[in-house]
């Protein structure tokens, strides 16, 4: 019994190992008897007859060759040989090849064979033979039939088919007249033009009967095409007993818009033993449902046919009434090669239009019963009313859940098709097609006419070409080796050039630029990066291709001043998925699908064009949702499903870390859609020429893959260090000794410094010094030398420069699905992520099935899901991996969705961050889930669903936070808004279980919807808080945010984490308005769109709108505003909930906060002065911050002095570094422009331009770097430390600066000595204080505010209060931030003033409490800028300006206080110079309002002013000044009252749409000059709606960018 008591797979030890697997020879001889006596006992059962080794031969005589074979080409060559009816070959099928018979298999062989042919279906390299080879050769030598001559060949590897012609001519190799002459080895069915193995091929041969029909049918992925033609073989199949049906599927890797071609046979008197394709000239039946195929340069689709064969194509030609038009349209559509294939063949040409026959009875893109109806018609296969029945009745079984009226719609469609003659057209051939010559190839254009690459060219043309028409078989293998391609490596970045329209839809997004806010997020989700922004000039979109439909807007963000933003979207790459506009937040949509054939061609060539253009992704943060997008993806147009859930994932990585990124992927769908030969989605870097490595093993082995190539560039890296400190420590050495170096060896050992400082950087960092490193390295590797001569530093370089790929610090990622991670490579995940030190990042997009292989179960499948293998209802909890790493506590676990954007980014930032191994779970909507009603075009909706109902959980479990004492784990999405029933009636999965048996579904979703909230429970639990109370209720200050981005958020979260009384930070739609009635609440709100709340923040906020009752007496509150104030709606959401707050009576604590993105020092500005107010109106003490400070590398240099021009050769390494970009230049002159003895002191600065250097454009500004007073900083300097003065010399490594520079000079020009002083400096220089009392006064807020407001304290002032502290020079250096540059708006303009650059400067000043002779202080550019002289120089930049220019054909209106007329002079300036030229003769009305204090004294530039109203002041020009201090009666006029009382407003900015408006002035401005707008606009009326209208128009101006500002 198989049960009884025994034991197996014991430890043997070696002495009896052998003796124990030797017994069982006995066993393994007998079995080629027992096999037969099966095989027997089978066919008495069943009917068939087998033998280990089968003999077939069909001659008369006796046979000289035997071909040996096994597997499905036993069928192949069997019907050839029957066919041939040879008299010579013979065939021996093995059924068994292990245990291996040698008698049994000798003993078939007949005595007259003298050669045989062995094939094999496998390679063995390096071996002398396949497998079946050696056998075959080992038994004809042991039985004694040495007279046979054996040869071996291979065939049909990787599934390559194998047809009768490849049987002949294996027949025919063994048949030559000399065994010398016989080609062996050999193989068959290539072309082998390298080592010329291959044999010759003949003309396709047809084995089968005349009465065996075969057709052909060419689909489109997800069209229905392969489902209809498996409903026919069944229909036809079932239909009589007698009928042998064979079907054939064959897919396109590209998923579901790939191409699907089926073969099918049909044959009423024979069994069809057929497993090869359709070849050439042997169908009686080819369709066509996709017309794009039959495009010039696409696919041959007719050569399949046969002469008078029958051709259907669906095209939307058919609907085309003109019989001529109808033919001059197929030959504009159809390639001339198959036109002239249709006429010599005489093959009977039918088409119809499909979609539309089916659009008009109700049944929009439900093609597939059409052309299967119309395959019964014209096939002929069946009886034509017998056909028709069958499908109406397979209709019936499949669509009478959906009711009557369905049904009914698809049998009338059955009947049009059958019998309405203007369904189906004939098409009369016309003569001429026989004679037909190629045109253009529009198909090749649209991507082999891209490339400017010669490799690239070659592999597309030679390669990817042939491959993409389906005659890869044809390439011989020599195209191969000269595309380098030896070992499947692959040339990245192929997709982009493929352009092969994968759009069932017909429809990509259009943009509405007026309604986009540029918040990224369409870009964010797109499955194939088929949609992207750009950061432009002016001068680049006015260049487009197609200008006027190459749309821009003013680019936002502080730091994209001056640049355009575009977002352009490639119609031949787009999948018309819809997962763009279902994320665009905005309120209509800013993005809207239409027709792609109306924007196919201007699309196409301004795509091109975007993606031509410099890549500025570096100007902004890529660690935020906005800055990521900017970042050109590495994993471009991949062959996924459209609206696929599993590649925005990809994409973003690669968007992070892309260009320092190495991935092991599993086998699976993401291996099949991002590594399928030739198509490689995988690209570069087109700035740096640097991207992902990728590489795929197997399924199961994948974590341990990854781990290897971790490893192995673990080792490789330390080596490289190694190599590095070596080569940096032999370089000092020498130093020490007098050695003296070149200075590109200086630089090169100086940057070798840095890069071992940062090697463990998780950034950007390492991979940028390479690049200054690379060339450095490169020239100082001297000439080959032989071993013996060469110099240590010689080999060290050399060493260095063979492991220079390990410069960057890699980011190691192991990718793949459920199936892998769950199931099958479970096991070696959990090994590589069990240990702390695999510093790894695994990331697991979770379909919960195996998706690649048509949707089976898997462990990560959920309970009640009804899939392959689970038909019945999965009965079992899905597994919970993320808890199962967590337990591991040093593992980083992320559970993420693809539409909380900011919280998907958060999570790979801190897994690539985290010194440890990182998993991260992505759900991955898929098509097998069969998301309702719309698919994956539901894809972002699906996502959003299944967070909302508890479904997927977000969260994070950091185990940095347990090191700083805070729970690891994060809870990111904590409150269920929908109900789970509802997200499991949306998919097909769970719908089809509730159909076959409700009540087991209803069982098993009971149970599900438990596992959900037990689940929200659990992970409630371990969010909670590490505080002092016990749990978040205890808390008496709740903290929610409203966040866009990630931003607030994490702002949000590090005051609660800061704020003793509060537990934890929350999104406002996970709490309720009732949470904040009685209760203390901190708001963080960002502001989304045009004053939007963020997504996050909409549900609550909607309920706080709509409360009446008003607020429980202590309920407070607080709120932090972010935005730009560049934008009208600034901080709107947040002042919304504060009105709507005080409307309901809660108690506001303080002042609502303002972050500004566009602040000097961005949002943190306004932060930490909210900061300020919040600590003590809490009653809480400030948190301690323990600053860090990382020390400049600074030492004192061996020389005591400097000379004056070494000071400033190292001041212009700074000056010109890369953070810096300035350019020194002159003063021309420096002017007075009110009286000398008044107290403003404006001038009129001019500087020369610097031809090239100093290049600018209206509106733009002049950055000019300020310097210290220089017998201030030596007094400073003098005085502080006994260690040094301003004569010490340094040797500085930092700022651009490598080499020696006096302190004096240091201090002068480039740190901020005499700028004031952060909270953040204090809390610095307190960790050099040792006294507790003159320490506390260091962190005492109160102090520095008191000394700023009564001296205005500078960080001199303060180290020299503190002088005790005394940090040493290196962080004292990192201490004091650097002096930053002063923008001052140009008053020139470029084309009137070609060679200067003109300002207009208020010399600022303000008061300090002290007497006042001493308390007046100047700003510190300011200062400088009094004291110049002409002649004098000065370091500047060019500024971009944050007002575009406007076009002289634009009406303009401009209102300017002081200094602010600086610009709005600059448009005047070239208005004035073009219409004097004569370059615009008439220009656009030009309306200058100006304001200042007195007429007298500041009506700046009155005489040109003056000039030009006398000249064009009645023409185009108008001039309204405004001068508040000259009324006698006290009253003050401002500019903004001018402008509210005239009507220069309303009739060039309301009643003209083409006018703008500019504002430059200090912050006061804005706020009452839009008041005046409206007072204009609405031609001061007190009616409500014209008010309101009038509001409307002036909010509009600001939105799309008609009214732009500068202020101060």
């Given at each position: 019994?198989w049960?009884?008591?025994?034991?197996?797979?014991?430890?043997?030890?070696p002495?009896?190992?052998?003796?124990?697997?030797?017994?069982?020879?006995?066993?393994?001889?007998?079995?080629?008897?027992?096999?037969?006596?099966?095989?027997?006992?089978?066919?008495?059962?069943?009917?068939?007859?087998?033998?280990?080794?089968?003999?077939?031969?069909?001659?008369?005589?006796?046979?000289?060759?035997?071909?040996?074979?096994?597997?499905?080409?036993?069928?192949?060559?069997?019907?050839?040989?029957?066919?041939?009816?040879?008299?010579?070959?013979?065939?021996?099928?093995?059924?068994?090849?292990?245990?291996?018979?040698?008698?049994?298999?000798?003993?078939?062989?007949?005595?007259?064979?003298?050669?045989?042919?062995?094939?094999?279906?496998?390679?063995?390299?390096?071996?002398?033979?396949?497998?079946?080879?050696?056998?075959?050769?080992?038994?004809?030598l042991?039985?004694?039939?040495?007279?046979?001559?054996?040869?071996?060949?291979?065939?049909?590897l990787?599934?390559?088919?194998?047809?009768?012609?490849?049987?002949?001519?294996?027949?025919?190799?063994?048949?030559?007249?000399?065994?010398?002459?016989i080609?062996?080895?050999?193989?068959?069915?290539?072309?082998?033009?390298?080592?010329?193995?291959?044999?010759?091929?003949?003309r396709?041969?047809n084995?089968?009967?005349?009465?065996?029909?075969?057709?052909?049918?060419?689909?489109?992925?997800?069209?229905?095409?392969?489902?209809?033609?498996?409903?026919?073989?069944?229909?036809?199949?079932?239909?009589?007993?007698?009928?042998?049906?064979?079907?054939?599927?064959?897919?396109?890797?590209?998923?579901?818009?790939?191409?699907?071609?089926?073969?099918?046979?049909?044959?009423?008197?024979?069994?069809?033993?057929?497993?090869?394709?359709?070849?050439?000239?042997?169908?009686?039946?080819?369709?066509?449902?996709?017309?794009?195929?039959?495009?010039?340069?696409?696919?041959?689709?007719?050569?399949?046919?046969?002469?008078?064969?029958?051709?259907?194509?669906?095209t939307?030609?058919?609907?085309?009434?003109?019989?001529?038009?109808?033919?001059?349209?197929?030959?504009?559509?159809?390639?001339?090669?198959i036109?002239?294939?249709?006429?010599?063949r005489?093959?009977?040409?039918?088409?119809?239009?499909?979609?539309?026959?089916?659009?008009k009875?109700?049944?929009?893109?439900?093609?597939?019963?059409?052309?299967?109806?119309?395959?019964?018609?014209?096939?002929?296969?069946?009886?034509?009313?017998?056909?028709?029945?069958?499908?109406?009745?397979?209709?019936?079984?499949?669509?009478?859940?959906?009711?009557?009226?369905?049904?009914?719609?698809?049998?009338?469609?059955?009947?049009?098709?059958?019998?309405?003659?203007?369904?189906?057209?004939?098409?009369?051939?016309?003569?001429?097609?026989r004679?037909?010559?190629?045109?253009?190839?529009?198909?090749?254009?649209?991507?082999?006419?891209?490339?400017n690459?010669?490799?690239?060219?070659?592999?597309?043309?030679?390669?990817?070409?042939p491959?993409?028409?389906?005659?890869?078989?044809?390439?011989?293998?020599?195209?191969?080796?000269?595309?380098?391609l030896?070992?499947?490596?692959?040339?990245p970045?192929?997709?982009?050039?493929?352009?092969?329209n994968?759009?069932?839809?017909?429809?990509?997004?259009?943009?509405?630029?007026?309604?986009?806010?540029?918040?990224?997020?369409?870009?964010?989700?797109?499955?194939?990066?088929?949609?992207r922004?750009?950061?432009?000039?002016?001068?680049?979109?006015?260049?487009?291709p197609?200008?006027?439909?190459?749309?821009?807007?003013?680019?936002?963000?502080?730091?994209?001043?001056?640049?355009?933003?575009?977002?352009?979207?490639?119609?031949?790459?787009c999948?018309?998925?819809?997962?763009?506009?279902?994320?665009?937040?905005?309120?209509?949509?800013?993005?809207?699908?239409?027709?792609?054939?109306?924007?196919?061609?201007?699309?196409?060539?301004?795509?091109?064009?975007?993606?031509?253009?410099p890549?500025?992704?570096?100007?902004?943060?890529?660690?935020?949702?906005?800055?990521?997008?900017?970042?050109?993806?590495?994993?471009?147009?991949?062959?996924?499903?459209?609206?696929?859930?599993?590649?925005?994932?990809?994409?973003?990585?690669?968007?992070?870390?892309?260009?320092r990124?190495?991935?092991?992927?599993?086998?699976?769908?993401?291996?099949?859609?991002?590594?399928s030969?030739?198509?490689?989605?995988?690209?570069?870097?087109?700035?740096?020429?640097?991207?992902?490595?990728?590489?795929?093993?197997?399924f199961?082995?994948?974590?341990?893959?990854?781990?290897?190539?971790?490893?192995?560039?673990?080792?490789?890296?330390?080596?490289?260090?190694?190599?590095?400190?070596?080569?940096?420590?032999?370089?000092?050495?020498?130093?020490e000794?007098?050695?003296?170096?070149?200075?590109?060896?200086?630089?090169?050992?100086?940057?070798?410094?840095?890069?071992?400082?940062?090697?463990?950087?998780?950034?950007?960092?390492?991979?940028?010094?390479?690049?200054?490193?690379?060339?450095?390295?490169?020239?100082?590797i001297?000439?080959k030398?032989?071993p013996?001569?060469?110099?240590?530093?010689?080999?060290?370089?050399?060493?260095i420069?063979?492991?220079?790929?390990?410069?960057?610090?890699i980011?190691?990622?192991?990718?793949g699905?459920?199936?892998?991670?769950?199931?099958?490579?479970?096991?070696?995940?959990?090994?590589?992520?069990a240990?702390?030190?695999?510093?790894v990042?695994?990331?697991?997009v979770?379909?919960?099935?195996?998706?690649?292989?048509?949707?089976?179960?898997?462990?990560?499948?959920?309970?009640?899901?009804?899939?392959?293998?689970?038909?019945?209802?999965?009965?079992?909890?899905?597994?919970?991996?993320?808890?199962?790493?967590?337990?591991?506590?040093?593992?980083?676990?992320?559970?993420?969705?693809?539409?909380?954007?900011?919280?998907?980014?958060?999570?790979?930032?801190?897994?690539?961050?985290?010194?440890?191994?990182?998993?991260?779970?992505?759900?991955?909507?898929?098509?097998?889930q069969?998301?309702?009603?719309?698919?994956?075009?539901?894809?972002?909706?699906?996502?959003?669903?299944?967070?909302?109902?508890?479904?997927?959980?977000?969260?994070?479990?950091?185990?940095?936070?347990?090191?700083?004492?805070?729970?690891?784990?994060?809870?990111?999405?904590?409150k269920?808004?929908?109900?789970?029933?509802?997200?499991?009636k949306?998919?097909?999965?769970?719908?089809?279980?509730?159909?076959?048996?409700?009540?087991?579904?209803?069982?098993?979703?009971?149970?599900?919807?438990?596992?959900?909230?037990?689940?929200?429970?659990?992970?409630?639990?371990?969010?909670?808080?590490?505080?002092?109370?016990?749990?978040?209720?205890?808390?008496?200050?709740?903290?929610?945010?409203?966040?866009?981005?990630?931003?607030?958020?994490?702002?949000?979260?590090?005051?609660a984490?800061?704020?003793?009384?509060?537990?934890?930070?929350?999104?406002?739609?996970?709490?309720?308005?009732?949470?904040?009635?009685?209760?203390?609440?901190?708001?963080?709100?960002?502001?989304?769109?045009?004053?939007?709340?963020?997504?996050?923040?909409?549900?609550?906020?909607?309920?706080?709108?709509?409360?009446?009752?008003?607020?429980?007496?202590?309920?407070?509150?607080?709120?932090?505003?972010?935005?730009?104030?560049s934008?009208?709606?600034?901080?709107?959401?947040?002042?919304?909930?504060?009105?709507?707050?005080?409307?309901?009576?809660?108690?506001?604590?303080?002042?609502?906060?303002?972050?500004?993105?566009?602040?000097?020092?961005?949002?943190?500005?306004?932060?930490?002065?909210?900061?300020?107010?919040?600590?003590?109106?809490?009653e809480?003490?400030?948190?301690?911050?323990?600053p860090?400070?990382?020390p400049?590398?600074?030492?004192?240099?061996?020389?005591?002095?400097?000379?004056?021009?070494?000071?400033?050769?190292?001041?212009?390494?700074?000056?010109?570094?890369?953070?810096?970009?300035?350019?020194?230049?002159?003063?021309?002159?420096n002017?007075?422009?009110?009286?000398?003895?008044?107290?403003?002191?404006?001038?009129?600065?001019?500087?020369?331009?610097?031809?090239?250097?100093?290049?600018?454009?209206?509106?733009?500004a002049?950055?000019?770097?300020?310097?210290n007073?220089?017998?201030?900083?030596?007094?400073?300097?003098?005085?502080?430390?006994?260690?040094?003065?301003?004569?010490?010399?340094?040797k500085?490594?930092?700022?651009?600066?490598?080499?020696?520079?006096?302190?004096?000079?240091?201090?002068t020009?480039?740190?901020?000595?005499?700028?004031?002083?952060?909270?953040?400096?204090?809390?610095?220089?307190?960790?050099?204080?040792?006294?507790?009392?003159?320490?506390?006064?260091?962190?005492?807020?109160?102090?520095?505010?008191?000394?700023?407001?009564?001296?205005?304290?500078?960080?001199?002032?303060?180290?020299?209060r503190?002088?005790?502290?005394?940090?040493?020079?290196?962080?004292?250096?990192?201490m004091?931030?650097?002096?930053?540059?002063?923008?001052?708006s140009?008053?020139?303009?470029?084309?009137?003033?070609?060679?200067?650059i003109?300002?207009?400067?208020?010399?600022?000043?303000?008061?300090?409490?002290?007497?006042?002779?001493?308390?007046?202080?100047?700003?510190?550019?300011?200062?400088?800028?009094?004291?110049?002289?002409?002649?004098?120089?000065?370091?500047?930049?060019?500024?971009?300006?944050?007002?575009?220019?406007?076009?002289?054909?634009?009406?303009?209106?401009?209102?300017?206080?002081?200094?602010?007329?600086?610009?709005?002079?600059?448009?005047?300036?070239?208005?004035?110079?073009?219409?004097?030229?004569?370059?615009?003769?008439?220009?656009?009305?030009?309306s200058?309002?100006?304001?200042?204090?007195?007429?007298?004294?500041?009506?700046?530039?009155?005489?040109?002013?003056?000039?030009?109203?006398?000249?064009?002041?009645?023409?185009?020009?108008?001039l309204?000044?405004?001068?508040?201090?000259?009324?006698?009666?006290?009253?003050?006029?401002y500019?903004?009252?001018?402008?509210?009382?005239?009507?220069?407003?309303?009739?060039?900015?309301?009643?003209?749409?083409?006018?703008?408006?500019?504002?430059?002035?200090?912050?006061?401005?804005?706020?009452?000059?839009?008041?005046?707008?409206?007072?204009?606009?609405?031609?001061?009326?007190?009616?409500?709606?014209?008010?309101?209208?009038?509001?409307?128009?002036?909010?509009?101006?600001?939105?799309?960018?008609?009214?732009?500002?500068?202020?101060?």
């Amino acid at each position: 019994m198989w049960y009884s008591s025994r034991q197996r797979g014991t430890a043997q030890s070696p002495d009896v190992f052998m003796q124990l697997v030797e017994s069982s020879n006995q066993n393994y001889n007998a079995v080629g008897g027992v096999i037969e006596q099966v095989m027997e006992d089978f066919f008495q059962e069943v009917g068939r007859r087998y033998h280990p080794f089968e003999y077939s031969y069909f001659g008369t005589t006796k046979p000289t060759v035997a071909i040996i074979t096994m597997g499905s080409s036993v069928k192949v060559v069997e019907g050839t040989l029957r066919f041939l009816k040879t008299e010579q070959a013979c065939l021996i099928g093995v059924r068994m090849f292990r245990p291996w018979d040698p008698k049994l298999f000798v003993d078939v062989i007949p005595a007259s064979v003298k050669r045989i042919a062995v094939l094999d279906r496998t390679r063995e390299g390096g071996s002398q033979g396949e497998p079946l080879y050696l056998d075959v050769c080992t038994s004809i030598l042991q039985r004694g039939r040495r007279d046979i001559f054996v040869a071996g060949g291979r065939y049909g590897l990787g599934s390559k088919d194998f047809t009768p012609r490849m049987a002949i001519s294996v027949v025919q190799n063994m048949l030559r007249k000399d065994v010398d002459s016989i080609q062996q080895p050999f193989t068959v069915g290539i072309d082998d033009d390298v080592t010329n193995l291959s044999l010759p091929l003949g003309r396709p041969l047809n084995t089968l009967s005349k009465d065996t029909t075969q057709c052909v049918f060419w689909g489109f992925g997800s069209d229905g095409t392969v489902g209809g033609n498996k409903n026919a073989i069944k229909i036809i199949g079932d239909y009589h007993d007698a009928m042998s049906v064979q079907g054939y599927f064959e897919y396109d890797a590209k998923k579901s818009s790939g191409w699907t071609v089926s073969y099918l046979r049909f044959s009423p008197t024979e069994q069809i033993d057929a497993p090869f394709r359709i070849e050439e000239g042997q169908a009686n039946y080819v369709a066509c449902h996709n017309e794009s195929y039959v495009q010039a340069g696409k696919f041959d689709v007719v050569k399949h046919l046969k002469r008078r064969g029958t051709f259907f194509l669906n095209t939307q030609v058919a609907s085309i009434d003109d019989p001529e038009k109808r033919i001059e349209a197929l030959e504009n559509l159809v390639s001339p090669k198959i036109l002239r294939k249709i006429a010599l063949r005489q093959i009977k040409f039918f088409i119809m239009d499909a979609a539309s026959l089916a659009a008009k009875h109700g049944l929009a893109g439900r093609i597939n019963m059409i052309c299967m109806a119309t395959f019964f018609r014209l096939s002929g296969v069946l009886p034509l009313d017998d056909a028709i029945n069958l499908l109406k009745s397979a209709i019936r079984k499949t669509y009478a859940y959906k009711g009557e009226a369905v049904v009914k719609k698809n049998h009338d469609l059955l009947d049009a098709v059958v019998s309405d003659p203007k369904c189906m057209l004939v098409v009369d051939v016309p003569n001429r097609w026989r004679q037909i010559t190629e045109g253009d190839r529009p198909f090749e254009n649209r991507h082999i006419s891209l490339i400017n690459d010669k490799k690239v060219y070659k592999f597309m043309s030679e390669i990817v070409e042939p491959m993409s028409h389906l005659e890869g078989d044809n390439i011989p293998i020599s195209k191969f080796l000269e595309n380098n391609l030896l070992g499947g490596i692959m040339i990245p970045g192929t997709t982009k050039y493929e352009k092969r329209n994968p759009n069932p839809t017909g429809q990509i997004p259009e943009w509405d630029l007026n309604k986009c806010t540029q918040c990224n997020q369409c870009v964010f989700v797109c499955p194939h990066a088929a949609i992207r922004p750009f950061i432009i000039s002016k001068e680049e979109a006015l260049a487009a291709p197609y200008a006027k439909k190459f749309e821009t807007v003013k680019a936002s963000g502080a730091e994209l001043v001056g640049k355009r933003y575009t977002l352009q979207i490639s119609p031949l790459d787009c999948t018309g998925c819809n997962a763009c506009v279902e994320a665009c937040p905005e309120s209509p949509k800013a993005l809207k699908l239409g027709d792609i054939e109306d924007v196919l061609e201007a699309g196409e060539k301004n795509w091109d064009y975007a993606v031509s253009l410099p890549e500025r992704g570096d100007m902004v943060d890529k660690y935020s949702v906005r800055g990521s997008q900017f970042q050109t993806p590495l994993m471009e147009f991949s062959g996924a499903c459209g609206g696929c859930g599993e590649t925005p994932y990809f994409k973003l990585l690669t968007q992070l870390f892309g260009e320092r990124m190495v991935i092991a992927n599993a086998t699976g769908c993401s291996s099949i859609w991002g590594g399928s030969f030739p198509s490689n989605p995988y690209s570069v870097s087109p700035k740096t020429g640097r991207g992902p490595a990728w590489a795929n093993s197997l399924f199961e082995d994948n974590a341990e893959y990854g781990f290897g190539m971790f490893a192995a560039m673990r080792h490789r890296r330390e080596k490289l260090i190694r190599l590095v400190q070596d080569y940096v420590h032999h370089m000092q050495v020498q130093s020490e000794h007098g050695e003296n170096s070149t200075e590109d060896e200086e630089k090169l050992v100086s940057l070798l410094e840095d890069w071992l400082e940062a090697r463990e950087e998780k950034t950007d960092k390492c991979s940028f010094l390479f690049d200054k490193i690379k060339p450095l390295l490169n020239k100082a590797i001297p000439e080959k030398e032989s071993p013996g001569e060469a110099s240590v530093e010689a080999l060290l370089l050399s060493q260095i420069w063979a492991e220079r790929d390990m410069f960057p610090k890699i980011s190691q990622w192991i990718v793949g699905g459920d199936g892998w991670a769950y199931d099958i490579g479970f096991g070696g995940l959990d090994h590589v992520e069990a240990f702390e030190s695999n510093d790894v990042n695994v990331l697991i997009v979770d379909t919960e099935m195996y998706s690649n292989t048509g949707g089976q179960a898997s462990k990560a499948t959920p309970r009640g899901a009804s899939v392959k293998y689970a038909i019945g209802g999965k009965q079992e909890r899905k597994k919970n991996i993320g808890e199962i790493f967590m337990t591991y506590e040093h593992v980083y676990v992320a559970s993420v969705a693809i539409h909380d954007q900011a919280q998907t980014l958060r999570a790979f930032v801190e897994a690539d961050r985290h010194k440890g191994p990182s998993l991260i779970i992505a759900y991955a909507p898929c098509i097998q889930q069969g998301v309702r009603p719309a698919g994956l075009n539901d894809m972002i909706d699906e996502s959003r669903y299944a967070v909302d109902s508890g479904y997927w959980p977000l969260y994070r479990f950091n185990p940095e936070l347990a090191h700083e004492g805070k729970n690891p784990f994060i809870l990111d999405a904590k409150k269920l808004r929908k109900e789970i029933s509802g997200f499991l009636k949306r998919e097909g999965r769970f719908i089809n279980l509730k159909k076959a048996h409700p009540e087991i579904a209803d069982e098993l979703f009971a149970k599900m919807n438990d596992d959900v909230h037990h689940r929200m429970e659990h992970l409630k639990e371990l969010a909670a808080g590490y505080k002092a109370f016990d749990h978040k209720d205890d808390a008496s200050v709740q903290v929610l945010f409203a966040s866009e981005t990630g931003t607030a958020a994490q702002v949000a979260r590090d005051f609660a984490d800061a704020c003793t009384l509060s537990h934890d930070a929350d999104a406002m739609d996970n709490a309720e308005v009732d949470d904040v009635d009685g209760h203390t609440t901190v708001f963080v709100i960002a502001t989304a769109g045009q004053g939007a709340m963020p997504q996050n923040g909409k549900r609550f906020y909607q309920e706080l709108e709509s409360r009446e009752e008003p607020f429980s007496e202590g309920t407070r509150f607080m709120v932090m505003g972010l935005g730009d104030s560049s934008y009208y709606f600034f901080c709107k959401a947040a002042k919304d909930v504060e009105r709507k707050m005080l409307e309901l009576g809660a108690k506001q604590m303080i002042p609502t906060g303002m972050g500004d993105d566009s602040a000097e020092d961005g949002m943190q500005e306004g932060l930490h002065e909210w900061l300020d107010q919040v600590w003590p109106a809490l009653e809480v003490p400030p948190p301690v911050e323990v600053p860090h400070i990382t020390p400049v590398k600074v030492i004192f240099s061996k020389r005591a002095i400097l000379p004056p021009e070494e000071d400033e050769h190292m001041l212009q390494q700074f000056y010109q570094s890369a953070d810096q970009k300035a350019v020194s230049t002159q003063i021309i002159s420096n002017d007075l422009m009110c009286p000398p003895d008044y107290n403003r002191d404006f001038r009129k600065i001019t500087v020369q331009k610097r031809n090239g250097a100093l290049d600018y454009g209206l509106g733009d500004a002049l950055d000019i770097f300020p310097t210290n007073d220089v017998e201030k900083v030596h007094t400073f300097l003098q005085e502080y430390s006994p260690d040094y003065d301003e004569r010490t010399v340094v040797k500085l490594h930092a700022w651009g600066i490598d080499g020696d520079i006096s302190l004096g000079v240091l201090f002068t020009n480039v740190l901020d000595l005499f700028g004031k002083p952060s909270m953040h400096f204090l809390q610095q220089l307190a960790t050099f204080e040792t006294d507790e009392e003159e320490r506390s006064t260091m962190l005492d807020l109160q102090f520095l505010k008191e000394q700023a407001k009564k001296a205005g304290i500078t960080h001199a002032d303060v180290l020299m209060r503190f002088k005790k502290a005394h940090p040493p020079l290196p962080a004292l250096l990192a201490m004091i931030p650097l002096i930053k540059p002063r923008a001052y708006s140009i008053a020139s303009a470029p084309v009137a003033s070609p060679d200067t650059i003109e300002l207009c400067v208020l010399i600022n000043t303000w008061w300090t409490e002290q007497d006042e002779n001493d308390g007046m202080r100047y700003g510190l550019t300011c200062d400088m800028l009094r004291k110049l002289t002409s002649g004098d120089r000065l370091w500047c930049r060019i500024k971009p300006g944050s007002m575009e220019a406007p076009s002289p054909d634009q009406p303009v209106v401009c209102a300017g206080i002081g200094s602010g007329l600086a610009p709005h002079l600059a448009f005047l300036r070239d208005r004035v110079y073009r219409c004097k030229t004569g370059e615009v003769p008439s220009p656009a009305p030009f309306s200058l309002y100006f304001g200042n204090r007195f007429y007298a004294k500041e009506f700046l530039y009155q005489n040109e002013m003056e000039e030009y109203v006398e000249a064009y002041g009645k023409s185009w020009f108008t001039l309204h000044t405004a001068f508040s201090r000259d009324d006698p009666s006290g009253k003050k006029v401002y500019v903004q009252d001018l402008v509210g009382s005239t009507e220069d407003a309303r009739k060039l900015l309301r009643d003209d749409t083409n006018g703008m408006l500019y504002v430059c002035g200090n912050q006061n401005l804005p706020k009452p000059l839009q008041q005046a707008l409206v007072r204009s606009f609405s031609q001061k009326s007190t009616d409500p709606n014209e008010i309101a209208a009038a509001t409307a128009a002036m909010e509009d101006m600001f939105v799309h960018g008609r009214a732009q500002q500068e202020v101060w």
